[in-house]
């Protein structure tokens, strides 16, 4: 049975950091290039990050610089480091390998004052 358990959101205020994590079983996940999504209230799920076999990591221009994706093949687990925040990073994050319908149940960032 595939599971992506998504953990580390949390409220937090502009300029902040978080750590965001996705620990994943029942698939081989270090075949897969994984991707971090969000989706803000209201909007479509948009990619924000992803992070193939070989650990080449991809950004949307506006979270460049902000967000790093990695992850451990020893831990089945990829994660979001999430600095210098802005209010419109808030949403609900998921993780996803591409190419595949799984998704985790998400996690929720709230950047505010």
């Known amino acids: 049975q595939v599971q992506l358990v998504d953990a580390g959101g949390g409220l937090v205020q502009p300029g902040g950091s978080l750590r965001l994590s996705c620990s994943v079983s029942?698939?081989?996940?270090?075949?897969?290039?994984m991707a971090w999504y969000r989706q803000a209230l209201g909007q479509q799920r948009e990619l924000v990050a992803q992070?193939?076999?070989?650990?080449?990591?991809r950004y949307a221009d506006s979270v460049q610089g902000r967000l790093t994706i990695s992850r451990d093949n020893t831990k089945n687990t990829v994660y979001l480091q999430m600095n210098s925040l802005k209010p419109e990073d808030t949403g609900v994050y998921y993780c996803?390998?591409?190419?595949?319908?799984?998704w985790g149940q998400g996690t929720q960032v709230t950047v505010s004052s």
């Open positions: 996803k390998p591409m190419g595949v319908a799984y």
């Open positions: 029942g698939f081989a996940f270090r075949a897969y290039t």
């Open positions: 992070i193939s076999v070989g650990n080449f990591a």
